[in-house]
């Protein structure tokens, strides 16, 4: 039964990707693994290390520090020093990072909507949703990093 679940959410996320590929006006210049970096951060409300925005993105650290430098130098992430390790440096959203955000994030949200609408009804939605997040929950308390417990993040 769970591997039966799995593969149906599985393919649910995968053809709810294909549709959100199949319109390039949605993105504009932003590839989409772009466009979820700068979701990432904006929806953190600030700067993150690589190692939290690594956490929030479907990308391999060294991928992802690629990415975060093309997008530096795009002038839509800046890096910034950390206020609590003067070693570290925080990546946060410049203001055309954020406005890029919003543009895309609009126009991704009419398309989101008009996908999961589809299909299902607003409680059905309300009850995926609630399924997804018991389910991340149960990943988050069973994934603690190495070296650290919980209290120290």
């Given at each position: 039964m769970a591997n039966d679940a799995c593969e149906a959410l599985l393919g649910a996320h995968a053809?709810?990707?294909?549709?959100?590929?199949?319109?390039?006006?949605?993105?504009?210049?932003?590839?989409?693994?772009?466009?979820?970096?700068?979701?990432?951060?904006?929806?953190?409300?600030?700067?993150?290390?690589?190692?939290?925005?690594?956490?929030?993105?479907?990308?391999?650290?060294?991928?992802?520090?690629?990415?975060?430098?093309?997008?530096?130098?795009?002038?839509?992430?800046?890096?910034?020093?950390?206020?609590?390790?003067?070693?570290?440096?925080?990546?946060?959203?410049?203001e055309d990072g954020r406005r890029r955000q919003r543009e895309v994030g609009l126009r991704h949200g009419v398309q989101v909507t008009r996908a999961m609408q589809s299909g299902l009804s607003d409680a059905e939605l309300a009850e995926l949703r609630r399924l997804c997040i018991k389910l991340a929950h149960g990943m988050d308390r069973r994934q603690k990093p190495l070296g650290r417990s919980v209290s120290d993040e």
């Amino acid at each position: 039964m769970a591997n039966d679940a799995c593969e149906a959410l599985l393919g649910a996320h995968a053809a709810l990707m294909r549709e959100f590929e199949s319109d390039a006006q949605v993105w504009g210049d932003l590839g989409e693994r772009e466009y979820d970096v700068l979701y990432t951060l904006a929806r953190a409300g600030g700067a993150l290390s690589l190692r939290e925005l690594n956490r929030g993105v479907l990308l391999s650290q060294p991928a992802l520090s690629r990415m975060v430098g093309r997008l530096v130098s795009r002038g839509l992430l800046e890096r910034r020093p950390d206020p609590a390790d003067a070693r570290a440096v925080q990546i946060g959203l410049t203001e055309d990072g954020r406005r890029r955000q919003r543009e895309v994030g609009l126009r991704h949200g009419v398309q989101v909507t008009r996908a999961m609408q589809s299909g299902l009804s607003d409680a059905e939605l309300a009850e995926l949703r609630r399924l997804c997040i018991k389910l991340a929950h149960g990943m988050d308390r069973r994934q603690k990093p190495l070296g650290r417990s919980v209290s120290d993040e």
